[in-house]
């Protein structure tokens, strides 16, 4: 098992994915057809549980798609769960100090690194690839990315980032610039800074620097400015998109 984005991370590229919330592998499936490099598949505001991450996760088994799932929250008994169905990476919400950063990891890791408990399934399509083989590389192929969405995580992004096994930081928008104070202000110089500060700190430790984008030309936008990890927003938002566009041209919407 080798992952593609920490391999395309450690060479310098830029890495594209998306949200998937929706529930349907078809959804998957047919998104597997775009040079994406990942999708987070969405447990935290979706009412997706384990068994739809599975299901979402089975159309890319051969391709070359690594599949990341956003858990509900810091919780080593679901982190397991989703690993255990063969999700390479995990992104934790709400990461706020280095002792969370650390819960994280350690959730993620088997032992002696970890807590993960050993049980593997799908992962290891089960059985017919090697339990043994997987635990020896399992906890350097995981990705483990943290959210940095509060002024408080920001704060303590160089800590956080400091903490063996912490592979990248993720910047969410709208909850890091609520817990600003200033809701949805992008060009706000405060979120500006704060935005910053996060980039520069994973820039300067090597790591993963992600970012939710609003359109194209804000994916580019932070491609320039450095970030690597870029979301391409969700499945549902581009659906939307491209309906509304299709009755702009219709002359039924303005």
């Not at 979402?56 to 080593?76: A, C, H, S």
């Not at 807590?115 to 339990?131: L, N, Q, W």
């Not at 790591?207 to 804000?218: C, E, V």
Request: aromatic content about 10%; overall charge neutral; glycine content about 8%.
């Amino acid at each position: 098992m080798v992952n593609k984005v920490k391999e395309k991370v450690a060479q310098g590229k830029v890495t594209y994915g998306t949200w998937i919330t929706l529930g349907y592998p078809e959804v998957t499936e047919a998104l597997s057809n775009l040079p994406f490099d990942w999708f987070v598949i969405d447990m935290e505001h979706t009412p997706l549980d384990v068994k739809d991450v599975e299901f979402l996760m089975m159309p890319l088994r051969f391709t070359d798609i690594v599949p990341i799932v956003r858990v509900p929250w810091n919780d080593f008994v679901i982190i397991k769960r989703v690993l255990d169905t063969g999700a390479q990476g995990i992104l934790v919400p709400q990461v706020n100090t280095k002792e969370e950063a650390i819960q994280a990891v350690k959730a993620c890791k088997y032992p002696p690194q970890g807590i993960r408990g050993v049980g593997p399934r799908r992962c290891i399509m089960y059985g017919f690839i090697s339990a043994k083989e997987y635990f020896k590389k399992a906890n350097e192929d995981i990705l483990v990315i943290v959210q940095i969405e509060t002024e408080e995580g920001v704060n303590n992004v160089n800590e956080i980032l400091s903490v063996d096994g912490i592979d990248g930081v993720f910047i969410g928008p709208n909850d890091l610039s609520a817990s600003l104070g200033i809701f949805q202000e992008f060009n706000n110089p405060k979120y500006v800074a704060a935005v910053e500060k996060v980039l520069n700190a994973a820039k300067a430790a090597g790591k993963i620097a992600g970012i939710m984008t609003q359109d194209p030309q804000d994916a580019l936008d932070k491609v320039k400015k450095g970030f690597n990890f870029i979301a391409l927003r969700h499945d549902l938002a581009y659906m939307i998109r491209g309906y509304t566009e299709a009755f702009k041209q219709l002359g039924i919407l303005k």
